[in-house]
C-alpha cells in the first residue's frame, strides 16, 4: 500500500504568473499521475485559491501578451475530479471574509482544532 | 547507533536568498555523517543549487581577491557531499526537477545530480523512512 501523504499549501500566489498555476498545486497533479496517494490542505493566503469569482486579467508586455493565465479554481476543481480531497482551513477563510459558498463545490472545511486528527490520517505531511 | 535509514529532502528555494538552503545542506551533510542515504529532489529554485556555472568572485567591501575570498558555491558544497557519500559508501540520490530547470536554464548541473521528475520524488517518498520539505517561505 502506498503512504498516504497530506501536501499543505499556505505561501500563495508565488509565482502563480510566471508558472501559470502554484507550483505546489502542480506538483501535486504531477504526483497524483504518478500514483500517490496525497490530499491537499489550504491554508493562509492559499484559501482564496478556491474562490470562484476570482480571475487573473492576461498579461502583457509591451506587445507580449501572455497566454493561459492561471486557473487556480480550476487547478483545485481538476484535482477534485482526480480523488484528491482537498480541505481549506476555515478560520483562516473567515478572517478573509470568504464564505463556503464563495469556493468551488466539493472543498472540505477543518478547523485549527481538528487538524491534529486530520493529520493523523497520513503517512506524511508535507508542508510547503 | 541509530539503524541505517533513508531520508528524502525535498527543498525549493534558490542559493544566495536565505538561510534555509544552507540549512537544508547542514541537515543533508549530518544525515550522511550518520550513516543514513539520503534522496533530494530539487525543485523550482533549488536546480540553482548545483549549476555548475557558478562563479566565485572577488569583494572589494572585504579587501579580498577571489582567491582569498574564497565565496562559498552550492555547487561546490554538493559536490563535497557527493563526495562524503560515495567515500563512506552512502547513496545520495539528487534530482533537479527538468521543467525547472529548463524554465530557468540551469544546465549543466555538476556531476552527481541528475535531471528527473516529480514521479522521482513519488519513488523517493515511498522508498524512504520519512521526508522533510525546506519550502520557501513567504
Keep these: 500500500m502506498s503512504k498516504k501523504l497530506l501536501h499543505i499549501v499556505e505561501s ?20 497524483r499521475g504518478a500514483g500517490a496517494e496525497l490530499d491537499l490542505l489550504l491554508q493562509g493566503n492559499a484559501v482564496a485559491y478556491g474562490v470562484r469569482a476570482q480571475q487573473v486579467a492576461p498579461l502583457q508586455f509591451g506587445s507580449r501578451r501572455q ?49 491534529p486528527m486530520l493529520f493523523a490520517h497520513y503517512h506524511q505531511v508535507h508542508r510547503w | 547507533m541509530t539503524s541505517q535509514q533513508t531520508l528524502t529532502f525535498a527543498l525549493m528555494d534558490p542559493p544566495f536568498e ?66 562524503a557519500a560515495h567515500e563512506r559508501g552512502l547513496r545520495l540520490d539528487w534530482v533537479n526537477c527538468g ?5 530557468r536554464g540551469m544546465e549543466p548541473s555538476i556531476t552527481g545530480p541528475r535531471r ?8 523517493f517518498i515511498e522508498e524512504s523512512d520519512n521526508t522533510l520539505v525546506i519550502p520557501t517561505g513567504d
Design chain 2, 18 to 83: 536565505s538561510a534555509r538552503s544552507t540549512t537544508a545542506l547542514r541537515l543533508i551533510d549530518l544525515a550522511l555523517r550518520r550513516g543514513h542515504h539520503v534522496n533530494v529532489f530539487a525543485y523550482e529554485g533549488a536546480v540553482s543549487l548545483a549549476f555548475a556555472g557558478q562563479k566565485a568572485h572577488a569583494n572589494a567591501v572585504h579587501g579580498r581577491d577571489p582567491l582569498e575570498e574564497d565565496h562559498p558555491l552550492t555547487r561546490d558544497w554538493i559536490a563535497a557531499l557527493r563526495d
Design chain 2, 99 to 103: 521543467l525547472c530547470v529548463d524554465e
Design chain 1, 12 to 31: 500563495a500566489y508565488r509565482a502563480t504568473l510566471e508558472e501559470q498555476d502554484d507550483p505546489v498545486v502542480w506538483l501535486c497533479h504531477a504526483l
Design chain 2, 116 to 123: 528527473g521528475s516529480p514521479t522521482d520524488l513519488a519513488r
Design chain 1, 67 to 115: 497566454q493561459h493565465a492561471p486557473d487556480l479554481a480550476g487547478d483545485l476543481n481538476a484535482l477534485l475530479a482526480k480523488r484528491v480531497a482537498c480541505f481549506y482551513l476555515e478560520e483562516d477563510a473567515a478572517e478573509r471574509g470568504i464564505d463556503a459558498s464563495d469556493l468551488v463545490e466539493g472543498l472540505v472545511p477543518v478547523s485549527r482544532a481538528k487538524l
